[in-house]
């Protein structure tokens, strides 16, 4: 009977071992209508050397890689939520000592996710803050 049940057990992990096979890897878009895709590659790198030259920046997805100012990109991101951070507040004076209360907590979160390497924000948008009935919209103190 315990024969049984490992075999039923390793039966059963083998049927789904195809899950976890790794997937080919398929392009993020047509390149068929793109024709900087068809020059040679070392035409495409001269021809972004040269937009930055000028200049231009430039964002873009080629060869199924984010390319920006004619440079390879990985995005490195991370969530801010927005209704999350204290709003700034500003209280010149207390007692004749100038105090500020939850100043620059917006720019202290964005130079902490970029310490961590982060160079994208993702954030999330709580529509029903911002219209608690319909057709009423509210962003202030949020």
Known sequence: MLIFFLLLSLLAFLSF????????????????????FHLPRHQRLHRRQKVNQI?????EIAEDKFWKDGKPFQIIGGDLHYFRVLPELVVPFIHNYPTILWMQ???????RAKALGLNTIQTYIPWNLHEPEAGKLVFEGI
């Open 17 to 36: 071992l195809p899950v976890f096979a790794s997937l080919p890897s398929l392009p993020s878009y047509s390149h068929s209508h793109d024709l900087h």
């Open 55 to 59: 200049g231009v920046r430039k964002f």
């Open 105 to 111: 907590y917006w720019e202290d979160r964005l130079l």
